[in-house]
């Protein structure tokens, strides 16, 4: 168990919903990350947030959005949803920059029907 | 030029077998290398973690940094089924406060 925890667990939709996945990092740790892992891919970063404030952006899309609140537990906002967006999304945590180790949270899986 | 570069695989090992696997990277500021193992859409798990160059041990794994070559690898003594999962590799450097990047992965299968 690496801390991290992710909810929900599987997530199943329709194109054109909307859908928060949350997660809360690991004890003590104030960066969190998204990634994306569509079937057979590798991971893709979304984005990164630490204590609070948005630090780093990857290939997040505008129809997603993130947030990170006090409490340092983190949302991830997936909207207009399309077949496309069916995916493992994964959470990670660190301590915050130049700690080097990143733990993962167990995902969630979203699937658009 | 891809960031992190790395032999999807597959591969294939009888049990007992050493397994090697490798990834090579393009920015030398980079500082911090990992290895995860992913299981079947399970959650990536850190394995190793070492900073700059060297190498680390811990029980059958080890991992080896060699910065003038830009290549990490890892090592999977008397390999296991139960080591059957995808292996990835990660890095990241000081100067850009933690964005990682990561190699896309090798598919491991060991056979009893």
């Known amino acids: 168990d690496s801390g991290v925890t992710q909810t929900p667990k599987h997530l199943i939709t329709a194109t054109g919903q909307r859908v928060t996945l949350r997660c809360s990092p690991r004890?003590?740790?104030?960066?969190v990350y998204w990634y994306q892992q569509s079937l057979d891919q590798g991971l893709q970063f979304l984005i990164q947030?630490?204590?609070?404030?948005?630090?780093a952006k990857g290939n997040i899309l505008e129809r997603f959005s993130a947030q990170q609140f006090p409490d340092l537990h983190s949302e991830l906002n997936l909207s207009s949803l399309e077949l496309g967006d069916s995916a493992l999304y994964f959470c990670?945590?660190?301590?915050?920059?130049?700690?080097?180790?990143?733990?993962f949270g167990e995902g969630s899986r979203l699937t658009v029907l | 030029q891809k960031e992190v570069e790395q032999d999807p695989g597959p591969l294939s090992v009888p049990e007992g077998a050493i397994v090697s696997l490798n990834c090579t990277y393009s920015?030398?500021?980079?500082?911090?290398f990992m290895w995860y193992r992913q299981y079947s859409r399970k959650g990536p798990e850190l394995l190793m973690y070492?900073?700059?160059?060297g190498n680390k041990e811990d029980g059958r794994f080890t991992a080896q940094v060699d910065k003038s070559s830009k290549y990490i690898s890892l090592f999977i003594r008397d390999s296991q089924p139960s080591d059957s999962a995808t292996y990835l590799c990660?890095?990241?450097?000081?100067?850009?406060?933690?964005?990682?990047?990561f190699g896309t992965g090798t598919s491991l299968t060991v056979i009893p």
């Open positions: 990670a945590s660190d301590r915050g920059p130049n700690t080097g180790e990143l733990f």
């Open positions: 004890s003590g740790d104030l960066s």
């Open positions: 947030y630490y204590n609070g404030e948005e630090r």
């Open positions: 920015n030398s500021a980079f500082q911090y």
């Open positions: 070492t900073y700059s160059s």
């Open positions: 990660a890095m990241s450097a000081e100067y850009n406060g933690n964005q990682f990047y």
